[in-house]
């Protein structure tokens, strides 16, 4: 399967239950809205905004090679085309989470 189309994949099914994934951090008890969802090599960390019932990608890690034979710099490329073409922002850095409910 395609890079691009598997990382679409694994969001959208993390879309469809944000919750269904395992926490990131089981022992944080502040952190119970970051996940991480796994498929095969592939993660994707991930934090649930309750406000705007929205996703933001923390982080995406492929364990060993991905499954096209391409460069990183491509690579990159596509996962941020495959965001922002789901309303996401690549770039967009969340503060730490103390500072983010504080602004709740």
């Given at each position: 399967?395609?890079?691009?189309?598997?990382?679409?994949?694994?969001?959208?099914?993390?879309?469809?239950?944000?919750?269904g994934?395992?926490?990131?951090?089981?022992g944080?008890?502040?952190?119970?809205?970051?996940?991480?969802?796994?498929?095969g090599?592939?993660?994707?960390?991930?934090?649930?905004?309750?406000?705007?019932?929205?996703?933001?990608?923390?982080?995406?890690?492929?364990?060993?090679?991905?499954?096209?034979?391409?460069?990183?710099?491509?690579?990159?490329?596509?996962?941020?085309?495959?965001?922002?073409?789901?309303?996401?922002?690549?770039?967009?850095?969340?503060?730490?989470?103390?500072?983010?409910?504080?602004?709740?």
């Amino acid at each position: 399967m395609p890079t691009k189309e598997m990382v679409r994949d694994v969001l959208d099914i993390a879309a469809r239950s944000p919750w269904g994934w395992p926490q990131w951090n089981a022992g944080d008890p502040e952190g119970e809205d970051v996940r991480a969802a796994s498929i095969g090599q592939l993660s994707v960390v991930y934090v649930i905004n309750r406000l705007t019932w929205r996703l933001s990608v923390l982080d995406v890690v492929w364990i060993g090679l991905p499954p096209v034979s391409t460069s990183r710099p491509l690579l990159a490329m596509l996962w941020a085309v495959g965001l922002m073409e789901q309303g996401l922002n690549p770039d967009r850095r969340l503060p730490a989470r103390r500072t983010w409910t504080e602004h709740r």
